[in-house]
């Protein structure tokens, strides 16, 4: 194993620290009612289906003969393995065993189920008994005073989801990675930073000189700098930025699916 590899008891303890979290696995769009998905989170894969007017998440690993239950189909409000036939109910209890029907089904024939919702447009879910925290606010999804666009998702991202936010909240490299848009490379000092805890997240703030453009809304011509407002709402693989410019107030919610401990999928 190279020395660069984090050991399997290293892996394992990351994934426990946020298996406790709320966490993306799939646009809304992508479940669609006739048939199950299959997603990987912390890298356990995972079925996801809609049953009975809610979502379920089962281990993708029939209990009879380890059969992925997301190729399977959806049958009566349940989900049924294509292999022979077992049938889950949401809370994933077989209720069916088609060859042996008449006869007891015996009480470990279920596989382990987790907490799904949906919210923003995404399927959340949490590997953990009970949440340590609430699904990251986004209050601005549901108002009208903000412009949505679709989400963008960028898969197979090679990236700890944590190593991504830290690379977000870090403002020092605009001036470098993207002069004249974020940044100024005359001003390459970072700016003062106010921290604090609000509830279950960690919030930053900062104002910085940012070169008139586009994307702060500036008006069409707009030349040299503009003090823009940063400020981060972070929770441990989700961040949402409010950016406060003088073309207007600017809300960007990034928010990472941990695939596995170093690889993540992510929805902007
Ligand atoms: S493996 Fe699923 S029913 Fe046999």
């Known amino acids: 194993m190279s020395s660069l590899q984090p050991s399997p008891e290293a892996i394992e303890t990351f994934n426990q620290g946020l298996a406790g979290f709320w966490h993306p696995v799939a646009l809304a769009s992508e479940l669609v009612p006739e048939r199950p998905l299959g997603v990987e989170l912390l890298g356990r894969r ?30 009566d409000g349940c989900l049924r393995c294509h292999y022979h036939g077992w049938t889950y109910d949401r809370a994933g209890t ?23 919702e949906e919210a923003y447009g995404l399927i959340w879910v949490c590997l953990a008994a009970e949440p340590r925290a609430a699904i990251p606010a986004y209050p601005e999804f549901a108002s009208d005073q903000f412009v949505k666009t679709p989400y963008r998702t960028y898969d197979g991202w090679e990236a700890a989801a944590t190593r991504i936010v830290m690379a977000a909240l870090d403002d020092t490299h605009f001036p470098w990675v993207h002069p004249g848009i974020l940044g100024d490379p005359a001003h390459p ?77 992510i929805f902007l």
């Open 46 to 75: 995972l079925a996801l289906a809609r049953l009975g007017g809610g979502i379920s998440a089962f281990d993708d690993l029939c209990r009879h003969f380890g059969a992925a239950l997301s190729i399977g189909e959806i049958v």
């Open 189 to 265: 000092e970072p700016p003062d930073h106010r921290a604090w805890v609000e509830g279950d997240h960690l919030v930053s703030t900062y104002a910085i000189e940012q070169p008139a453009n586009i994307s702060l809304g500036s008006a069409e011509g707009a030349t040299g700098l503009e003090t823009v407002t940063y400020t981060n709402h972070v929770f441990p693989t989700t961040i949402r930025l409010h950016k406060a410019a003088p073309g207007g107030v600017f809300i960007l919610f990034q928010t990472m699916q941990p695939v596995a401990h170093n690889r993540s999928r």
């Open 94 to 116: 077989v209720v069916d065993i088609p060859a042996r029907r008449g006869l007891p089904i015996p009480r470990e024939a279920k596989v382990p189920c987790y907490r799904a």
